[in-house]
T-cell receptor
Framework: SQTIHQWPATLVQPVGSPLSLECTVE??????LYWYRQAAGRGLQLLFY??????ISSEVPQNLSASRPQDRQFILSSKKLLLSDSGFYLC???????????FGNGTRLTVT | DAKTTQPPSMDCAEGRAANLPCNHS???????VYWYRQIHSQGPQYIIH???NNETNEMASLIITEDRKSSTLILPHATLRDTAVYYC?????????????FGKGTRLSVIA
């Protein structure tokens, strides 16, 4: 069976510090990978998605970036965090072609 | 992808059926209807999806009108653990890289 791992579960970072969130998927190959963000009391916002290694599509311009160094690894990064980057970050995967989207347990990021 | 409209909130008595409506009047012939839910502080969970026929699984039933302009998610015997935000989404079929876009959903409160 397929599983998705996302870490850390919670993170508190000062403004201006860097960020690296990692997500890995097990039990499947060549998945589509996604990063979503949910600000407090708000809906889910799609940040990035990837259909293959090195292929990243950005949905929202911001100080975040994403990379996919391996087939089942998706990384969300920032060089300098802003207060507005606080939120609940969710990684997800699917196989495309009408398959359901499966989410990780999320990382709750607080920028202070 | 077509836009969906859902009521912002609903209440349901425990043990009764919860019927969550969704309007997708601009849906195209190649778009599926998906339902997800998000329990507080967790990642969204896939529930069910369908094209034009009614669908049922261990979690819920999906009823799609004949003209496909609306659908209803039915939780046959709601429990307190079904309290969550429910998202109705339409997505183009057979598109390997079209990500799901979440709206505001319906906040379902199951009351004892």
């Amino acid at each position: 069976s397929q599983t998705i791992h996302q870490w850390p579960a919670t993170l508190v970072q000062p403004v201006g510090s860097p960020l690296s969130l990692e997500c890995t998927v097990e039990g499947t190959s060549n998945p589509n990978l996604y990063w979503y963000r949910q600000a407090a009391g708000r809906g889910l916002q799609l940040l990035f998605y990837s259909i293959g290694i090195g292929q990243i599509s950005s949905e929202v311009p911001q100080n975040l970036s994403a990379s996919r160094p391996q087939d089942r690894q998706f990384i969300l990064s920032s060089k300098k965090l802003l207060l507005s980057d606080s939120g609940f970050y969710l990684c997800a995967w699917d196989r495309g072609f009408n398959s359901p989207l499966h989410f990780g347990n999320g990382t709750r990021l607080t920028v202070t | 992808d077509a836009k969906t409209t859902q009521p912002p909130s609903m209440d349901c008595a425990e043990g009764r059926a919860a019927n969550l409506p969704c309007n997708h009047s601009t849906i195209s012939g190649n778009e599926y209807v998906y339902w997800y839910r998000q329990i507080h502080s967790q990642g969204p969970q896939y529930i069910i999806h369908g094209l034009k026929n009614n669908e049922t699984n261990e979690m819920a039933s999906l009823i799609i009108t004949e003209d496909r302009k609306s659908s209803t998610l039915i939780l046959p015997h709601a429990t307190l653990r079904d309290t969550a935000v429910y998202y109705c989404i339409v997505r183009v079929y057979n598109s390997g890289n079209t990500p799901l876009v979440f709206g505001k959903g319906t906040r379902l409160s199951v009351i004892a």
